[in-house]
């Protein structure tokens, strides 16, 4: 992608010079083998996603609007007021040692358990990475599983076998904390109990709507869960906020610009024709044509780093590939393109099986938490059951969310920004570091999830980063009995023995 496309914002000054080793090997030589065989841990890993990717919330929570149309709020739900008492709260919940209660999470499909011992330990395990991790009874693919090689796919190879699951690290848990204070800006989560994999997954469908919902009342909506279908197979993920805001109006006019051609000398202006037309001055026909524009939705993922500066363009790759993948299956949800028999088939649900009468009772009852005073008429209490009981399967639920959607995005595709937006905060205070923003590239991200699914499928084997990039090896576990390290050790080596060798002989 053309760097050029991309532009960041940042609170402080940034400092990339520790990590750019450039493209030219041969001068670097000695550097790099430093970098390779370095055993300390002090590389920046708040890129990784497989080290720091930070886990949504509670599975069997119901997330309920902030406000729904009784109160008003900016599109930014006063944001910028609030920046510093929301800073405030992350920073004390961090000092305090407090972390988000995931340990009944249901269904959210992070849970992957370790595999069993083959039968024969001696013989080499020949199945691809998708029949090992990603085959039912285990979890579906996951944005992140797409996203994480971007980092190393050796690294994540490793931490597959070796693990069976993404470790949690503390990296993490801070991640977690500032994401649960920015969703509680948006949404107050309600316990519901649960009967059956029909009632969890009505559950997760039934927040997407709620979801939709606030960020049309609002403006803005945070933490919705998306599913779709790539190369065949389902994928899932969580979007950190959605808004009515274009983080980079510049960059979005530039994109928007049409090429300059001068027309022929015989040809009317347009003001011209419409003078000659009688259908009214440009200036109307403009007006008009905003009036009937909707407003586009645009994507921002949140990023916690301790370091207060930006990540360097190749720390930043997963991320530029996470928030084109949240676009890309966001648009499919849009234009309705995604087979819910085919998600039920994978997570083998019954989408006809009606849902508990205890679910049923505790998500029509919640009505009256929809608002700041509590207060809820009878008729609004009936209606909000009454669709509960109209969509009481996951397919009809599933038909109620796909046309919100459809309501949030009435254009489809042509809804939704083209501009992405990276935020990064302060893993301590929840302070704004700085920001990335960058146009859609659908070319960039076909080109990239094709090479990773190849390896998925066992296409071919899994790679180490290049060499220009060995300052991601200082940070990782594996780094001791990294294939790949050693091999680039021992080709440096070489290297540097036969620039020797034909100096001597000058």
């Not at 709507?209 to 994928?235: N, P, S």
């Not at 300059?260 to 109307?284: D, H, W, Y």
Request: net charge negative.
């Amino acid at each position: 992608m053309d760097s050029s496309a991309a532009h960041e914002t940042t609170v402080e000054s940034m400092n990339d010079d520790d990590t750019d080793y450039g493209s030219d090997f041969s001068p670097e030589e000695e550097r790099i083998l430093a970098q390779l065989l370095s055993g300390q841990q002090q590389a920046d890993i708040e890129d990784n996603p497989i080290a720091t990717e930070a886990v949504n919330g509670d599975g069997q929570a119901l997330r309920l609007p902030r406000v729904l149309g009784r109160e008003s709020r900016s599109p930014l739900l006063q944001a910028v007021v609030a920046a510093e008492e929301l800073a405030e709260q992350i920073s004390n919940s961090v000092k305090n040692g407090y972390y988000p209660d995931l340990s009944n999470e249901i269904n959210r499909d992070t849970h992957i358990s370790l595999e069993p011992p083959p039968a024969n330990p001696s013989a080499p395990d020949t199945r691809s990475p998708l029949e090992r991790f990603r085959t039912p009874p285990k979890k579906a693919l996951s944005v992140t599983d797409l996203v994480s090689p971007a980092w190393c796919e050796l690294q994540y190879w490793y931490t597959l076998t070796r693990h069976g699951r993404k470790r949690r690290t503390p990296a993490m848990k801070q991640g977690s904390v500032v994401h649960k204070e920015l969703e509680e800006q948006v949404h107050r989560t309600v316990r519901v109990d649960i009967e059956t994999k029909e009632d969890a997954w009505g559950l997760r469908i039934w927040n997407v709507i709620q979801g939709l919902r606030t960020l049309r009342e609002t403006g803005q909506t945070r933490e919705l869960e998306i599913w779709g279908v790539i190369d065949g197979l389902v994928v899932n993920g969580i979007i950190d906020e959605l808004s009515y805001v274009c983080p980079d109006e510049e960059l979005e006019n530039s994109l928007q610009k049409p090429p300059q051609v001068s027309p022929p000398l015989n040809q009317p202006t347009i003001s011209e024709f419409f003078n000659v037309a009688g259908g009214g001055s440009l200036a109307k026909a403009i007006k008009s044509k905003h009036q009937d524009q909707s407003y586009k939705v645009y994507i921002c993922d949140v990023k916690t780093r301790s370091a207060r500066s930006l990540p360097t363009k190749a720390a930043f790759r997963p991320t530029e590939m996470q928030l084109m993948l949240y676009h890309s299956l966001l648009s499919s949800l849009a234009i309705n393109s995604v087979d819910f028999s085919v998600l039920a088939a994978r997570y083998d649900l019954d989408p006809s099986r009606n849902f508990s009468d205890s679910f049923i009772a505790q998500v029509g009852s919640l009505d009256d938490e929809l608002f700041y005073d509590g207060k809820s008429t009878s008729d609004e209490s009936r209606e909000h059951m009454a669709t509960i009981l109209a969509h009481n399967c996951l397919s009809a639920l599933w038909s109620l969310m796909i046309s919100e959607f459809q309501i949030t995005l009435p254009d489809g595709t042509a809804s939704l920004g083209n501009i992405l937006k990276a935020e990064y905060r302060s893993s301590s205070s929840g302070e704004i570091i700085g920001s990335r923003t960058f146009a859609m590239d659908e070319a960039a991200l076909k080109s990239y999830v094709d090479r990773e699914m190849q390896w998925w499928r066992g296409e071919r084997e899994a790679q180490g980063v290049v060499v220009e990039e060995a300052f991601k090896c200082r940070s990782c576990e594996f780094a001791e009995d990294c294939v790949w390290r050693l091999s680039k050790v021992e080709e440096a080596r070489e290297k540097a023995r036969l620039a020797r060798k034909r100096t001597s002989t000058v």
